[in-house]
Structures are given as C-alpha cells and as structure tokens.
C-alpha cells in the first residue's frame, strides 16, 4: 500500500487531478481510497455522479461516531472508496485537528483493513501551511507528498511553502516529496517556468495536465474524464500519473 497526499492551493485543480488519478487506478484494476481534505467537501463529487459522501466531521458533530464504515464511505467510478473530511464549525475548530480526528476515525473503524486500498490518495488544500495543514506528512498518514500546481506565481508559491514546510521534517523519516503536477493555465512558457521552478526546489514534473474544457464537460456531469472517455489524450495524461503512483510503490517495497 502506498498513501500519497495531494496538495495545492485552493482552485488550483487538485480534485480534478486526484479524482483523475483515482479514476485511472481503479480502471486499471487498483483498490483505492480517496479522502477529501478540503471543508468544500468536493474532493470525490466527480467519482459520484454529483453527489458526495457525508463529511466525517459533520456526521461525528449531528450523530456522533457512525457505527459502520457505510455511513461515512461512498463507493465510487472504479469500485474507488470515497469519503470527505469536511470542515469544524466555522470560527470554532482546527481544521488540522479535524483532519487528524478523521484519520485516526478511519484507522479505529479499520477501513484500511476493510478496504484493502493498493493506493490511498488524500487531497488536501493548502494555501496556509500551518502545523494542522502538515499533519499528513508529519503524522506519518502520507508517505509521498505530490503538489498540483500552475505557472501563476501565487500557485508556485504555494507549491515553494508546502516543499519548505515538507524538508522541516526531513529529518524525522516523514513523507517524502514525490513531485510536480502542472495544471495548465495556458500561460506563455507554463511548462518552462514550472520545470524551472522544479529545478530551483530539486524536485520534477511528474505529470503535466493541459487546459482541456472537455474535463469540465464531464464534470459538469459529475464525471471525471477518465471515465467520460479513457481514449482522449488528456486521459492518457492521467494513466501516466497513475502509473508513476504505482511506481512509488514498487521502488518503495524494493526499498
């Protein structure tokens, strides 16, 4: 089993990547579990025709702790099992916290075990690094940390303070930083200055998906593009990130 966590800045695509990659996995016959961190709770909508799975937060808040896994996961596109985080109440709770309160749900109630995941993808959001935000990587949760970004300089930013709050941990034998996502923007140069940005922080583009509106089509459908129509190349584009996430597999089990 490998668990990479997803991060990225808000609207910067990381649900449309994540779901994409869940997608692709499961097509290629992988079990796999995708948690939603995002208070949006939107991470697996398009693996569920539109509609998402009860936020784990909210649920433990109305009704306390579920007495099954079915009361909170949602099987998606794939046989992927889905389920959101949510948010705490706003103003009150640590979304950090809550993250860890989820997890540590999840790992009590043995969906691990239950699921069998091959590949665990949690898609987190990440505009302000804080220690909650770090508590996959610094929680042991994630073993790989993968960063979507653009070539827009707010994006890069980002994708700079998630790599430096990463490498404060580098010591402790945390997450591992796995690479690059670019979401395309059609800017001038996108893949240059990204590739360069990867460069400058000793890391790679590990995957590039181009600015398609056939991906909002189907979302717009509650489907990601990997199960609109597998055949598009920007389909393909979301295979060969799933495969470089079943490499990080093997070489670690080779480890």
């Known amino acids: ?28 016959g992988y079990n796999v579990m995708q948690v939603g961190c995002d208070p949006k709770t939107d991470s697996t909508i398009n693996l569920l025709g ?6 784990i937060l909210q649920y433990l808040q109305e009704q306390g ?4 896994l079915e009361a909170i996961v949602r099987r998606g596109f794939g046989g992927v099992a889905c389920m959101e985080v949510g948010g705490p109440t706003p103003g009150v709770g640590c979304f950090g916290r809550g993250m860890l ?14 699921f069998q995941p091959d590949v665990v993808l949690y898609d987190i959001l990440a505009d302000i690094v804080c220690g909650g935000i770090a508590v996959p990587m ?13 070539g827009e300089k707010m994006a890069l930013l980002a994708a700079q303070n998630i790599i430096l709050a990463l490498r404060n941990f580098a010591d402790r034998n945390y997450a591992e930083l796995g690479g ?12 240059e200055r990204v590739e360069e940005f990867a460069r400058k922080m000793d890391t790679e583009v590990i995957g590039v998906i181009p600015r398609d509106t056939v991906i909002h089509k189907f979302e717009e459908e509650g489907r990601t593009i990997v199960e609109g129509d ?5 389909s393909a584009r979301f295979f060969d990130l799933a495969r470089t996430i079943v490499n990080f597999a093997e070489k670690r089990n080779a480890a």
């Open 180 to 191: 690059l996502i670019l979401n395309c923007r059609d800017m001038a140069d996108e893949v």
């Open 101 to 114: 309160t989820a997890f540590e749900l999840l790992d009590e109630m043995g969906a691990y075990e239950r």
């Open 230 to 234: 597998r055949t598009l190349p920007t």
């Open 50 to 55: 539109g509609t998402p799975p009860p936020p």
């Open 138 to 150: 610094r929680e042991g949760f994630a073993d790989k940390v993968c960063i979507v970004t653009s």
């Open 1 to 28: 089993m490998i668990k990479v966590a997803i991060y990225g800045k808000g609207g910067i695509g990381k649900s449309t990547v994540t779901s994409g990659i869940s997608a692709a996995l499961g097509l290629e």
């Open 65 to 68: 702790r579920p007495e099954t």
